[in-house]
T-cell receptor
Framework: DAGVIQSPRHEVTEMGQEVTLRCKPI?????LFWYRQTMMRGLELLIY????????DSGMPEDRFSAKMPNASFSTLKIQPSEPRDSAVYFC?????????????FGEGSRLTVL | QQQVKQSPQSLIVQKGGIPIINCAYE??????FPWYQQFPGKGPALLIA?????SEKKEGRFTISFNKSAKQFSLHIMDSQPGDSATYFC????????????????FGQGTILTVHP
C-alpha cells in the first residue's frame, strides 16, 4: 500500500510568492494533520481535519496560511505571501481516528526554502 | 496545558548502552502517549505507545515507563545499536469530543540520539 504522499519534496521560492503544498493521505484514513518542523520549534501542529472538516486550526501561524481538504483523498496547505521565516519542513500525516491504535502515518515531508 | 516537555535535547551513548529519554506533561486529559522515531530526510514513524492504565510497556528493545501521578513517561532503549541513531519524539493526545476516538497529537521537542559503534 502506498503511504502518505506529499508534493513537492523540495520547494525554493522567493519572498512574496505563493506556495502550495499537497498531500494524499492513506486510503481509508479519515484524519489528516499538517505539521511544520524546524530546529527551533520542533514539530508544530498547524491544523487537523476529521472527515474532511477542520477540527483545530489554532496552530496556523497567521492569515497567510490556509489549508483545505476538498475530499477524503487530497489536502493542500497554502502560504500566501511566503516569508523567509516560513522556511521549514512541512509534514502531512494521516490516521484512522477510531482505529485500534492512534498511529499517525507521516509522509516524507516538503522542504520549503523561502529566500 | 497542551505542552509536552522532553529532555535531553541530545544524547550520545556507546553501542550496548541504555539511553533514557524523558517527557513530562501537565494536561491530565492526555490519554495516549506514543514515541516516534525519525531518521534524516524521513517523516517520523511510530515506535511504541502506551495508555495511562499501565505503568510499563515493552516491545523488543524499547520500553516505555509511565508514572501517572508524576505525569511523566520515559523511553528506554536496551542494548542500543548504531542503527538506533535517530531523533526521538514523545507525544501525547487527548480524545476527540465524546472520548471515542484519537484526537490532536502534541509532540515534545525531540531528542537527537547518537549511538557510537
Amino acid at each position: 500500500d502506498a503511504g502518505v504522499i506529499q508534493s513537492p519534496r523540495h520547494e525554493v521560492t522567493e519572498m512574496g510568492q505563493e506556495v502550495t503544498l499537497r498531500c494524499k493521505p492513506i486510503s481509508g484514513h479519515n484524519s489528516l494533520f499538517w505539521y511544520r518542523q524546524t530546529m527551533m520549534r520542533g514539530l508544530e501542529l498547524l491544523i487537523y481535519f476529521n472527515n474532511n472538516v477542520p477540527i483545530d486550526d489554532s496552530g496556523m501561524p497567521e492569515d497567510r496560511f490556509s489549508a483545505k481538504m476538498p475530499n477524503a483523498s487530497f489536502s493542500t496547505l497554502k502560504i500566501q505571501p511566503s516569508e523567509p521565516r516560513d522556511s521549514a519542513v512541512y509534514f502531512c500525516a494521516s490516521r484512522t481516528s477510531g482505529g485500534a491504535t492512534g498511529e499517525l502515518f507521516f509522509g516524507e515531508g516538503s522542504r520549503l526554502t523561502v529566500l | 496545558q497542551q505542552q509536552v516537555k522532553q529532555s535531553p535535547q541530545s544524547l550520545i551513548v556507546q553501542k550496548g548502552g541504555i539511553p533514557i529519554i524523558n517527557c513530562a506533561y501537565e494536561n491530565t486529559a492526555f490519554d495516549y502517549f506514543p514515541w516516534y522515531q525519525q531518521f534524516p530526510g524521513k517523516g517520523p514513524a511510530l515506535l511504541i505507545a502506551i495508555r495511562p492504565d499501565v505503568s510499563e510497556k515493552k516491545e523488543g528493545r524499547f520500553t516505555i515507563s509511565f508514572n501517572k501521578s508524576a505525569k511523566q513517561f520515559s523511553l528506554h532503549i536496551m542494548d542500543s545499536q548504531p542503527g538506533d541513531s535517530a531523533t526521538y519524539f514523545c507525544a501525547a493526545s487527548i480524545p476527540n469530543a465524546g472520548g471515542t476516538s484519537y484526537g490532536k497529537l502534541t509532540f515534545g521537542q525531540g531528542t537527537i540520539l547518537t549511538v557510537h559503534p
